[in-house]
């Protein structure tokens, strides 16, 4: 169960609320059983491609809050994109690699100058990393088990139902596009699709 505490208290410290709720994450995180097969296998016909699945698992009716897996098999990456909102991520199963980017311009412009490389970190089973934007919300993630992976997404906005970027480092275009959707879940007939 979600900390209702790490929500209630009005805290403005985005950081500190996301750290309040790593004692359930890693509840979720460390016990194998839970996920259902349905929302722990690959998807074809994704719009991220290769065979990437993101499946809903709670949905706040106003949109404010959503916890979702996210299957990335055997050799395959995410697109490079961001999520315009705090969240919290955990590793499930197998191990992923992450790069996390940062913007050199104030992001006013369709074109970006050539972003820099943040951060790079593997992680595995029972392990996590915050999205805060405005740092630490352009990434891309990569399977690098003999598995595929399988993450744990809990963020402060239906994240499938909204729109949100995809970057191409190498050129500098930035793209406004839904990138994930949830087969099991559709987005409410309001969102913009």
């Not at 209630?8 to 359930?24: I, K, N, P, Q, T």
């Not at 050199?104 to 992680?123: F, I, N, W, Y």
């Amino acid at each position: 169960m979600i900390e209702k505490a790490a929500f209630d208290r009005g805290d403005s410290d985005v950081a500190a609320r996301v750290e309040a709720l790593r004692s359930c994450g890693s509840a979720l995180c460390e016990n194998d059983g839970w996920l259902p097969d349905s929302c722990a296998k690959p998807d074809d016909s994704s719009r991220m491609g290769g065979g990437i699945g993101q499946y809903a698992l709670y949905r706040a009716e106003d949109q404010s809050l959503c916890l979702f897996s996210l299957v990335v098999p055997v050799g395959s990456s995410t697109p490079v994109h961001d999520h315009l909102a705090w969240g919290l991520v955990g590793i499930y199963r197998g191990r992923q690699d992450e790069t996390v980017y940062r913007r050199l311009d104030d992001g006013s412009d369709r074109r970006m100058r050539t972003p820099e490389v943040a951060k790079r970190q593997q992680l595995g089973r029972g392990e996590f990393y915050a999205l805060l934007p405005p740092t630490d919300d352009i990434h891309y993630v990569s399977t690098i088990s003999d598995t595929p992976s399988i993450s744990i997404h809990l963020l402060a906005n239906d994240t499938a139902c909204v729109w949100r970027h995809r970057f191409e480092p190498a050129t500098g275009v930035v793209d406004t596009v839904p990138i994930r959707r949830t087969p099991n879940a559709p987005c409410p007939p309001d969102a913009i699709d």
